[in-house]
């Protein structure tokens, strides 16, 4: 049923030209995404002038976007709007240099006038904040620049 219900969805997708939908039945919800076509080619600056400076090997990933060896991304999960703190006067959920464990609320990304919590994917220190409090981020759009620990 599931499997029936995504294959419809991506069928609107496809037809309507959306980047995005979602259903909500009772305790379920199904959300289907694609990048869409303005953050295919999302270019990530480099992490700081010291990794710049260093030569530092780069990898690229699969959005084209030049991310320093070692570094990982965090992207957005969703269309909407960044915020770095859980209220105007609150302290930001991580700054650079932060240690996060998996798991970890690391910002939050309003949708459709819900708040929604976006946790870190994976352990490590939080080496770049690549987007502004409040600005508008695009599903897949690369939020943070993160070192495996």
Known sequence: ???????????????????????????TTVRVARLPRSARAVEVEPVSERLADT??????TDSGASVPTGLDQITS????????????????????????????????IEAMKLMNEIEAEQSGIIRKILVGDSEPVEFGQPLFLVESA
Do not use: N
């Not at 069928?11 to 980047?19: F, P, Y």
């Open 1 to 27: 049923m599931l499997h029936e219900t995504i294959k419809k969805l991506i069928g609107i997708l496809k037809a309507e030209d959306i980047d995005e939908i979602e259903v909500r039945r009772f305790w």
């Open 55 to 60: 030569g530092q090997e780069r990898t690229t």
């Open 77 to 108: 999960p969703m269309v909407g709007t960044f915020y770095c703190s859980p209220g105007p006067e609150a302290d930001p959920f991580v700054y650079e240099g932060k240690r996060v464990e998996r798991g970890e609320i690391i910002c939050i």
